[in-house]
């Protein structure tokens, strides 16, 4: 089984500063782990993705995450918030297996809040 | 390159009515096909997911039924809605495993 644990369900930051979403995960196979964004009454989009390659991963909007086996984190940071980031965020992994859907666990969301 | 079309944006029904969201996808084949709702406030709920045409699997009872006619094609429905049925509706499909999902932009439904 796996989960997934979000650990800030809110973070306000100021514009110009870093933005840094704590996720840590549970799986019983080697995961694939994705960040997600919603935007209001949006569809969700893919921001980045780790499957097992580079553990620094980049995604758009100048996001990045990085996967820490030891720790079961995959943290998502951005050097300079933007007022176009406030929206929710999700970190997602990934069951990994085709007969079951390749079904998804979600985080709980943190919903990011910038100040002018 | 693939993209993914959910109608309607948004729906106001009255209890009792039935339903059908539509949810299509271009530009790949044999893709997986979900649905998921989303209440107000909480994280996606997964409802159904398909793994091939004519298979459904689903995650939560309800009184809710998925369908997939055709390759591309994924469909929702429901005899009568229910109040809480109410909810922001999301369609997503991926390739197989490992692979991320893509979200259509979603159905708000209101039920009255």
């Known amino acids: 089984a796996q989960s997934v644990t979000q650990l800030d369900s809110h973070v306000s930051v100021s514009e110009g500063t870093p933005v840094l979403l704590r996720c840590n995960y549970s799986?019983?196979?080697?995961?694939?782990l994705f960040w997600y964004v919603q935007h209001p009454n949006k569809g969700l989009q893919l921001l980045l993705k780790?499957?097992?390659?580079?553990?620094l991963v980049k995604g758009i909007n100048g996001f990045e995450a990085e996967f820490k086996k030891s720790e079961t984190s995959f943290h998502l940071t951005k050097p300079s918030a933007h007022m176009s980031d406030a929206a929710e965020y999700f970190c997602v992994v990934s069951v990994g297996y085709q007969a079951a859907g390749n079904k998804l666990t979600f985080g709980g969301g943190t919903r990011v809040l910038v100040k002018p | 390159s693939q993209t993914i079309h959910q109608w309607p944006a948004t729906l106001v029904q009255p209890v009792g009515s039935p339903l059908s969201l539509e949810c299509t996808v271009e530009?790949?084949?044999?893709?997986?096909l979900y649905w998921y709702r989303q209440a107000a406030g909480r994280g996606l709920q997964l409802l159904f997911y398909?793994?091939?045409?004519?298979?459904i699997s689903s995650e939560v009872p309800q009184n809710l039924s998925a369908s997939r006619p055709q390759d591309r094609q994924f469909i929702l429905s429901s005899k009568k809605l229910l109040l809480s049925d109410s909810g922001f509706y999301l369609c997503a499909w991926s390739r197989t495993v490992n692979q991320p999902q893509h979200f259509g932009d979603g159905t708000r439904l209101s039920i009255l």
């Open positions: 530009g790949t084949s044999n893709p997986n």
């Open positions: 799986s019983s196979y080697s995961p694939s």
């Open positions: 398909s793994v091939g045409i004519g298979q």
């Open positions: 780790y499957t097992s390659a580079a553990t």
